[in-house]
């Protein structure tokens, strides 16, 4: 069982950036693929971003290629996302979360957090 938590969501104006954090529980942390989903106000969850379990791959939405940038630290069992060039369509409420196996833009993954508020003003 993994448990995962996340951290340093906020107000930003657009243009502005923002780190977001994952701290995750368990030792298996590094056998997983992780990834951020996030979900606004009256519209579906959407994938945001993925990294394999060893960092070598990683996989963004087109809404935020170039933009966001997903990291890991398995030695820490900690997952981040930085966010530049915030734009307010970025406003939602971001989750982390874990999986097995290389599926990155499905919605099954195992673990989920309980997720963290960005919003972006314009």
């Known amino acids: 069982q993994v448990q995962l938590v996340e951290s340093g969501g906020g107000l930003v104006q657009a243009g502005g950036s923002l780190r977001l954090s994952c701290a995750a529980s368990g030792r298996t942390f590094s056998s997983y693929t992780m990834g951020w989903f996030r979900q606004a106000p009256g519209k579906e969850r959407e994938f945001v971003a993925a990294i394999s379990w060893g960092a070598d791959i990683t996989y963004y939405a087109d809404s935020v290629k170039g933009r966001f940038t997903i990291s890991r630290d398995n030695a820490k069992n900690t997952l981040s996302l930085q966010m530049n060039s915030l734009k307010p369509e970025d406003t939602a409420l971001y989750y982390c979360?874990?999986?097995?196996?290389?599926?990155?833009?499905?919605?099954?993954?195992?673990?989920w957090g309980q997720g963290t508020q960005v919003t972006v003003s314009s």
């Open positions: 979360a874990g999986r097995s196996g290389w599926q990155p833009r499905a919605d099954d993954y195992k673990f």
